[in-house]
Nanobody, 127 residues
Framework: QGQLVESGGGSVQPGTSLRLTCATS????????IGWFRQDPGKEREAVAC????????YYTDAVKGRFAISKDGAKSSFYLQMNTLRPDDTAVYYC????????????????????WGKGTAVTVSS
């Protein structure tokens, strides 16, 4: 059974950076679409950044374009979210996910059911 474990969250000041890591096990990372998602209390979980498993196309939600970058290392079975110039509205619990079926294009990240979810790591951006 596959597992995802996030790390790297924390409390930081606006304008600083964090790097989230999603360590995976139990499945072949390169065979899955992958993504980072975030959720504020009382709001729906939203896709932040995703990578298409076939052609590497990346998706970023408009709010993070130019500031966040998703990457993966198949050899380490891990993927990452580099978050720069953090803002208070980036505050959320961040989850990594892996899914076989859905769509990842430059304007869309949609999973037809998530195969694997991590448990989340909290990011708080505040002065």
């Amino acid at each position: 059974q596959g597992q995802l474990v996030e790390s790297g969250g924390g409390s930081v000041q606006p304008g600083t950076s964090l790097r989230l890591t999603c360590a995976t096990s139990g499945f072949t990372l390169n065979e899955y679409n992958i993504g980072w998602f975030r959720q504020d209390p009382g709001k729906e979980r939203e896709a932040v950044a995703c990578v298409n498993r076939y052609d590497g196309t990346t998706y970023y939600t408009d709010a993070v374009k130019g500031r966040f970058a998703i990457s993966k290392d198949g050899a380490k079975s891990s993927f990452y979210l580099q978050m720069n110039t953090l803002r208070p509205d980036d505050t959320a619990v961040y989850y990594c996910g892996a899914f076989l079926w859905g769509a990842v294009k430059d304007r869309m990240c949609r999973a037809n059911g998530m195969d694997y979810w991590g448990k989340g790591t909290a990011v708080t951006v505040s002065s």
